[in-house]
């Protein structure tokens, strides 16, 4: 029998922001540990959280073993390593709140027409698995993250643009310039015409990658339900597209999955120079139906692994956006909701927020627009590129490009 333990803790100060102020302040310190027992193909989970009584949890754990929930994987053996991001980011509480309020105060006094709205979090986590194989991870990471609604005051919306800023330190310059860039320009309308143009996304593109998540898993592709069944080798997308799953933990991510799979060099292909080469897999499905784990395993602490799609993302294009774009006018995707792919790859959806960007730069907002595609000339003919930058530096959010079929399809909201 092998005992593992899978724990993660997180300790959180969240600031609701109503109307550019601070209107309630939660703190959490939560530590939550799964104890995992394999034995003879089956695993036996127990959890608490908080502090607990080892022995009992063990027990607990060994009576899920007559359960027989099958699970015929390896531990990950005689590996260890620690990353730590959080020791050297030293903001404190109050640190944090005060540099809140004085955001807080330049948006009001810069942007008195708007109102900024949701949250504003100091998050530190630590992520620990140790097994009886002599496997010893501990992943630990400390970061502010500012998710702010932007409505103007004269409008019926419930938000007309989205800020969102991620870092291993507060920069109140930077911060202020990724929740803003959008504001300046507000009161420009402008127009483009109906037809196919560049389209680059920031703080969504996950939106464009379902089709993927869903067609690419690994159980999918092994029971022939995805429309890459049976095509693993073969050219599908453009040369100078490749999705990964990565794991480098200085893209903010944990460097092993919930089974303590490590990649090498942090990263696998999926896609490669659009190639596809494997689906995502856990290490369950993978064993299942012959694939490679892929670091795919997620979970809460105290259920088995199963497959995630966790670290998904597209390989940068070793270009900025400007030369990625090479001056043509483009259309920066701040808010879509309700698009989706069918069944076949097609995609289509309503673009909620939007605003025109030349040469970098933001010049105007655009009326209420469409865009649609397909999965195989999103990432084929039409695919430009994931960009090395974003609207402030270092920030793990890069900008993707592609050429889409666009709409007008209302006026300004």
Known sequence: MIKETYATTKKETT???????????????????????????????????GAYDETKLIDHAKTKLTFKIPYNCDPTHATKRTE????????????????TETLLARLKSEYPNFNFNHKIALQEVEIKLINDLSTDFTYRDKTVQVVLLIKHKKSKNLADSYGLYLSREFDLDAAFKAITESCAIYDEKVTVPDGKMPVVLLLSPEMLLEKFYGDLNGR????????????????????????????DPLE????????????????IALIENGILKSPFS???????????????????????PAISTEGINIKS??????????????????MASGGDFTAQGEYASPIQAAFLMENGKLTGRLPQ?????????????????????????????????????????????
Not at 221 to 240: P, Q, R, V, Y
Not at 255 to 267: A, C, I, Q, R, Y
Request: charged fraction near 20%; charge should be neutral; include cysteine.
């Open 15 to 49: 600031l609701t922001i109503t109307n550019n102020e601070i209107t309630a302040v939660q703190k959490s310190n939560t530590t939550k540990t799964g104890i995992r027992l394999y034995n003879n193909g089956y695993i036996g989970i127990a959890g608490a959280i």
């Open 84 to 99: 730590d991001f959080a020791s050297d980011f030293t903001l404190t509480v109050p640190e944090f709140v005060q540099k």
């Open 220 to 247: 999918a592709m092994g029971t022939g339900a995805s429309m890459f069944a049976g095509k693993i080798g073969k050219k599908l997308f453009a040369d100078n597209f490749t999705l990964l799953v990565d794991h």
């Open 252 to 267: 903010y991510g944990c460097f092993f999955d919930s089974e303590g799979t490590v990649l090498p060099n942090n990263k």
């Open 282 to 304: 856990c290490k369950k499905i993978a064993k299942q139906y012959g694939y490679t784990p892929t670091g795919s395993a997620g979970g809460d602490y105290d259920s088995v």
């Open 317 to 334: 294009s070793g270009k900025t956006l400007n030369e990625l774009l090479d001056n043509r006018k483009a259309i920066y995707v701040v």
């Open 369 to 413: 627009l469409s865009m649609s595609s397909h999965i195989y000339d999103m990432f084929g003919a039409d695919f430009i590129g994931r960009a090395t930058d974003s609207n402030v530096p270092n920030s793990p959010f890069k900008y993707l490009a592609l050429n889409m079929d666009v709409s007008t399809i209302g006026d300004w909201l």
